[in-house]
């Protein structure tokens, strides 16, 4: 009885799916979309972007905390001052201070809507004009870059947050003008290989390495006086430094992290979709419950303070800090220029070899190598990050989460469309999103990491032209805490191990011309004698 009612409840749902599946690719929806000629259908468009949103939503929490380490546009004027004296201290900024903490929390929520703006315009941009199933967001990778290399923990770096955004604006504006022209896969081809591909494993273990520090992630990584880094993960910690006081390898938090990176990595063995927000789910909502070892609201002030906005649940929040805060007055400076050669090498190398990886993934290349929709598609990645500097976070990206949806069978924009309604609907819940502990994206850095590592399977490690400058690419992005120095080092070592070859190819051809003239004198001494003979 029981077995012949879910029968025919499911026969019915079949028709009535069948059904709406008809009526939407017959109408201006489906034509527009191309959904019967790309054999595909609404539901499963809608499967698809849900599938895609899953494994991506995570960049939601990640990018803001990331880009809120940077402090934003808080300074020392945003420090509490204390009652004894008339004026915050120097480095009030990286010591416990309520009135910073608090201004820094602002600016994360503001980060989530920034966030959610951007991918949502970039999807829905990508899907309308491009017809592509292809999700945006603000790049992983780009974001620390900015947040920890150029505007520096709390604003330690070379430049303000303001002039950082400026840098990514006019980086932004120069590959819309390369794409524009055709140009971003040739300069994309003049890069190694060895540099192009030790990149994506180099950022992959910056990332990594952000994702296990103390300040930033799960707290397995910290200071030391001796080593410069050490084994952590401890009870007690300097809040200045940051340095291990007690209790090593005893942190509540990260003992619940490591839970959290063990739950993403079974779901990942299983190819379970979403499962870095499984992960994340699980390490947040534990770490909701006051009272606990674990909480991110402990009976503090600024706990209180955060607490009672995460109560809220549903709050829809304006940004206020960050958009439209671009600055040029501090632009000419060789740090700026720096910075914008080296976003626009990332994004011609992730960007342009992401985007194309994907069409190829979806099976959208023809046999010429171009793909429907290729320059539109290159045209709204780049568009993206302008929108995305206006608003405040880094540069946007096409991301590989968008092969989750295609293996759902996304075929058309339809999924990207469907992708930027799930980011809309974010939007009505900041209180929750910017309640996401430290130690609860930090495990997803670290997979983010593993996975941007796959990539060295590819280089010639028996050549060793193209071994050194990959190895010096990848180790100098974590160890010198920078991703431009690996990209410099890497490139620089490259020309230095050409020059070898062209120097013996030059020494090559200055022997021949040798010989050329030798033999050439050898002529002209001959023919005088043989005329000395005749005469």
Known sequence: MGFGLMGRLASSWRKMEMAVNDAVSKSIVGKYFKLEARKTCFTTELRAGTATFMTMAY???VNATILADSGGTCSRADCSVPANQTAASLDCMFKPNAGYENCVSKTKSDLVVATVLSAMIGSFAMGMLANLPLGLAPGMGPNAYLAYNLVGYHGSGSMSYQTALAVVLVEACAFLVISGLGLRSKLARLI????????????GLFIAFVGLQIHQGVGLI???SSTLVTITACTTTDPLTGACIGGKMKSPTFWLAMAGVLITCYGLMKEVKGSMIYGILFTTLISWIRGTVFTYFPET???DSNYNYFKKVVDFHKIESTAGVISFSHFNSRAVWVAL??????????TTGVLYTMAEFGGFVNDNGGFEGEYLAYIVDSSSTIVGSALGVSPVATYVESSAGMKEGGRTGLTAVVIAAYFFFSFF???LLTSVPPWAVGPSLVMVGVMMMKV???IKWEDVKEAVPAFVTMVLMPLTYSISNGIIGGVGVHVALCLYDLGLRLIKWLNQMRKIVRNGQNQVSAGAESMVEII
């Open 59 to 61: 960049i939601i929490a």
């Open 192 to 203: 190694p290989d060895s540099v192009r591909l030790a990149c994506a494993a180099g950022i």
């Open 222 to 224: 910290g200071p030391d």
């Open 301 to 303: 002030p600024l706990g």
């Open 341 to 350: 050669a080296t976003l626009l090498y990332v994004d011609l190398l992730a």
């Open 429 to 431: 819940f900041t209180p």
């Open 456 to 458: 060295v399977k590819d």
